[in-house]
């Protein structure tokens, strides 16, 4: 994975991986430590800000490729739906003998469909839940987000900043991505590059890869190039296995303390909190991969 940040140090044409403590990399996080070992750096300029890259050579990056597609979740990253559906499940497998706050439902189950979660549950409890669980959620929830659904802070201006194609990848169903999206505004930005996982299958959802490949093949782009943008575990297991590349999210009000490690150890390049750090992120991966094949 490619290194960037930018460093807390006077400015020096070569620093040993010893001297670079204290480092500040927002809105990056480094996903391992540094090898203990010299790096040569080259000084560019990026957000207004000194930047130090590392200088790699790309048999040190296998894979890393420029990037020609941006593919969104959407639950989460574009429409702050998922602590709603957190709400609700919770509340309904409360109801039926399992009790679950709605934080521990959002920490283990976002970015899984309802009836995969029913299934994890009723295999680690033992507890048999009722097939109208399925058909009562589906309905409390369609009201609740109707209602109450709104956009992530930071989305309207940052789709109106991204230049390269992009589409939406998600778990949830046609049906109800259009209507959150046209509620909170932003249907039409996408038009006819919505993509829902169960119109391939029941059972080809997140986190198997399917829908992310599905997308990259609407544009004709190899899933090396795509830059995926997840908030949830299950999310980021689907674009790896899809041999994609991906940012975390962790800006919506379903987040938890530990979201974004959990984002990290589930392979995100790097994760961010603003909607509005997702164009200069792009910017700088693309730079950096463009750098490594020149």
Known sequence: MPYLFTLLAKTTPRLHSSQIAGIAAWPFRLRRPFPHTSFPLRVVELWGRIVYMATIS??????????DLIIFDCDGVLVDSEIIASEVEAGLLTEAGYPISTEEMAERFAGMTWH???LAIEKESDI????TLITRNEAILDKRLASDVEIVDGVKPMLAQLKLPHCICSNSTSARLAMMLAKVGIKDHFGKHIYSARDLGEDRVKPKPDIFLHGAKQFGVDPSRVLVIEDSVHGIHGAIAAGMRVVGFTGASHSY???ADKLTEAGAETVISRMSALPGVIAALSEWSEALTA
């Open 257 to 259: 303390p530990s979201h």
């Open 116 to 118: 995969n979660t029913l």
């Open 58 to 67: 790309p048999k040190d990056t296998p894979g890393m490729t420029s990037i």
């Open 128 to 131: 048999p839940l009722s097939a």
